[in-house]
C-alpha cells in the first residue's frame, strides 16, 4: 500500500475527481478526510470508504472561510492525530460564455474558491506540517491554466493562479520539507462538464471537446486519481513545483 501510515484530507471529495482520489488514498492505505461543501455527499463516500474497508471521516465545509478551515484541520487531527497530505481538489467556474457576460458575483466566486481556498489551506496546515518535518499538497488546477480556451476567461485566469502559486509554493517551503504540486486534468465527467461546454451535456456537443483530445475521450476520476496518488507518494520524494498534465495530449 503506498499511503500506508498517512492521513490525507481531501476537498470537494463529494463527488467528481475528488471522490476519486480519496477512494484511490484509501485503497492505498490511508486514512482519508473527506471534505465538501455537501454534507450527505461526504458522508456518502465516507461511508463507502468504510464499508470497502478503509478509514474516513467526513467533514463539511466551505473552502473559501477560514473558519471551515480550522474546523477541518481540527477534525482530522482529532480522529488520526497528524496529517501529512492535503489535496486542493474543490473548485467552481463559471460558465463558458463571453467575457462580458461574466457578473461579478461570478467573478468572485470563482476566484474565492479556486484561489483563496488554496491560501486559507495553506495558512491552517502549513503550521503542522512544519512542526511534522513536512508534508504534500497536491493542488487540482487544470489544463485551463496551460492551454486556455475562450469562454472561460476567469475560470482560466484563477488555474493559471493556482499553478504559480503551487510553484512559488514550492520554492519557498522547500526547505520545510514540503512538496507542492499540481495536476491539471482536461474536461471530465463532473457536475461542471455542462458548464464548461457552455452548451448542453450531448453526445454531439461533447464530440466536439473529444475532438481536441490525441487520444480521443474525457479524463476520468480514476485517470485524475493515479496521478494524485503518485504525488502524494513516497515514490515521488524528489518531486516539487512540478504539474501533471492528465489530459490525453491535450496541450501537446
Known amino acids: 500500500m503506498r499511503l500506508k501510515g498517512k492521513t490525507a484530507v481531501v476537498t470537494g471529495a463529494g463527488s467528481g475527481f475528488g471522490e476519486g482520489i480519496a477512494k484511490t488514498y484509501a485503497r492505498e492505505g490511508a486514512n482519508v478526510v473527506v471534505n465538501d461543501l455537501n454534507a450527505a455527499a461526504a458522508q456518502r463516500v465516507a461511508s463507502e470508504i468504510a464499508i470497502a474497508g478503509g478509514k474516513a471521516i467526513a467533514v463539511a465545509g466551505d473552502v473559501t472561510r477560514e473558519a471551515d478551515w480550522h474546523a477541518l484541520h481540527d477534525a482530522a487531527l482529532e480522529d488520526f492525530g497528524s496529517v501529512q497530505v492535503v489535496v486542493n481538489n474543490a473548485g467552481t ?3 463558458n460564455k463571453p467575457v462580458l ?5 461570478e467573478f468572485d466566486r470563482v476566484y474565492a474558491v479556486n484561489v483563496k481556498g488554496l491560501y486559507w489551506s ?3 496546515f502549513v503550521p503542522h506540517f512544519r512542526a511534522h518535518g513536512g508534508g504534500v499538497f497536491v493542488n487540482i488546477a487544470s489544463t485551463a491554466g496551460v492551454r486556455p ?4 476567461v476567469w475560470y482560466n485566469g484563477s488555474k493559471g493562479a493556482m499553478i504559480v502559486a503551487s510553484k512559488t509554493l514550492a520554492a519557498e517551503l522547500g526547505p520545510d520539507g514540503i ?3 499540481c495536476v491539471n486534468p482536461v474536461i471530465g ?3 461542471l462538464t455542462a458548464e464548461f461546454m457552455g452548451v448542453a451535456d450531448t453526445p454531439e456537443n461533447r464530440q466536439r471537446f473529444v475532438a481536441s483530445i490525441p487520444l480521443g475521450r474525457f479524463s476520468t476520476p480514476q485517470d485524475v486519481a493515479n496521478a494524485c496518488l503518485y504525488l502524494a507518494s513516497d515514490e515521488a520524494a524528489f518531486i516539487t ?3 501533471i498534465e492528465v489530459d490525453g495530449g491535450r496541450c501537446v
Open 93 to 95: 467556474t463559471h460558465r
Open 101 to 105: 457576460e461574466v457578473t461579478e458575483a
Open 122 to 124: 495553506v495558512r491552517a
Open 149 to 152: 480556451r475562450p469562454g472561460l
Open 179 to 181: 512538496r507542492v504540486n
Open 189 to 191: 465527467n463532473t457536475g
Open 241 to 243: 513545483g512540478t504539474c
